[in-house]
Structure formats: C-alpha cells, structure tokens
C-alpha cells in the first residue's frame, strides 16, 4: 500500500497570505488528523476529520481550518499567516473506528516557512 | 491538550550501548505507539502495543505496554549510528485522538 502523501513538501509565504495544504491518506483509512511542529513545541494537535466531519479539535485560533473530501483526502488552511505559522505540517492517517486499535501513520510533512 | 510526560529529554551514547526510555500519563490508554522522526521528515511507526502487560520487538527495539496502562518504555540494545533521531511515544484510546510525549533525542557517538 501506498503510505501518506502530503504536497507541497516545502512552502514559502509571506505575512498576511494563506496557504493550503493536501493531504491522501493510506487506501482505506478515514481518519486524517493535522498537526504543527515546532522545535519548541513539539507535535501540537490541530483537528481530525473522520468521514468528511470534524470530530476533534485542538487549541489552536479560527485561522486554521480544514475539510475532508469524500475519498478521504484532507486539506488544510491557515489564513492571514503570521511569523510564528512558520513550522513543518504533519498529517497522519487511520483506520478511525472508535473503539479500534489505534494505529496512525505520518506523512513526510510541509515545512511552511512564513517571510 | 494533554501531553504525555516522556524522560529522558535527550541522551547521548556511546555506539553499542543500550537505550532506555519512558512515557507515562495520568490518563489510561488502549493503544500505545512508539515513533522515531529524522530529520525534516514525518515520525516513522515502530511498535503499536495493545494489551496491559504486552511485551513487543522489532528487531533491536522492545517495547512494553504498562500494566496500569499508564505507562510504556522502548528499549533499543546494542545502539548505531543510524539510531540516531527523536523517539516519540502517544497513547491512544476510544475517542480516536492521540496524545503525545515530548519527544526524546538520540545522540549515539561512532
């Protein structure tokens, strides 16, 4: 099976701009779930979507949003980008039944970069 | 959101040497995950556990599920090189959200 692909790999905005990012996860898996890396910060959660509908949320302000599409694919949005957006994207897939064994798979990640 | 405590922060070693390293939360997990992420890339899988008290191997890794199910350590024997990179620990359970350590760095010394 083909892994998590996640374009572009690498991006470059400026203050002010939005950016969306894509997301295919593995062949039969719902669930896709986004999440910003930072040196400091570590892997801070930002939503998960499960069969087109967001089903949890991290803390993270308004600005940041996402869809699923029918064939599971994700993307997400950052709008009026700011400095500290600047961070690599991870989006991971799973299975997603609730109640399931938990496994979940990353993609290569988006380093965005914010100018 | 909830963060799983992971110890040690960073460690270097010499090559050869055995790494341990743990997580452990306040809150009770149906799976826990082990990961290790290079560089500029996304975190890799290495050991999904299922049950209290789970012994599991991959190759020169061994991870344990605690039987409190608060609790889990990797094991990495006879380190090289190529170990080198941040292991990550997340617990999961039924509400489908992970939760995850902090990370530890690996250094191994040639």
């Known amino acids: 099976k083909a892994g998590v692909t996640q374009t572009p790999r690498y991006l470059i905005k400026t203050r002010g701009q939005q950016v969306t990012l894509s997301c295919s996860p593995i062949?039969?898996?719902?669930?896709v779930s986004w999440y910003q890396q930072t040196p400091g910060q570590g892997l801070q959660f930002l939503f998960e979507?499960?069969?087109?509908?967001?089903?949890n949320k991290g803390n993270f302000p308004g600005r940041f949003s996402g869809r699923q599409f029918s064939n599971s694919r994700s993307e997400m949005n950052v709008s009026t980008l700011e400095l500290g957006d600047s961070a690599l994207y991870l989006c991971?897939?799973?299975?997603?039944?609730?109640?399931?064994?938990?496994?979940?798979?990353f993609g290569p990640g988006t380093r965005l970069t914010v100018l | 959101g909830q963060q799983l405590n992971q110890s040690p922060q960073s460690m270097f070693i010499q090559e050869g040497e055995d790494v341990s390293m743990n997580c452990t939360s306040s809150?009770?997990?149906?799976?826990w995950l082990w990961y290790k992420q290079d560089p500029g890339e996304g975190p890799v899988l290495l050991i999904a556990?299922?049950?209290?008290?789970e012994l599991t191997s991959n190759g020169r890794l061994t991870a344990q599920f605690g039987i409190t199910r608060k609790d889990s350590f990797l094991n990495i024997s006879a380190s090289i090189p190529s170990d080198v990179g941040i292991y990550f620990c997340?617990?999961?359970?039924?509400?489908?959200?992970?939760?995850f350590g902090s990370g530890t760095k690996l250094n191994v010394k040639p």
């Open positions: 991971a897939s799973s299975l997603g039944e609730r109640g399931g064994q938990g496994e979940q798979f």
């Open positions: 062949s039969g898996h719902r669930s």
């Open positions: 979507y499960f069969s087109e509908t967001q089903r």
């Open positions: 809150s009770i997990f149906n799976t």
């Open positions: 556990l299922y049950k209290a008290g």
């Open positions: 997340a617990g999961h359970h039924n509400f489908n959200k992970f939760y």
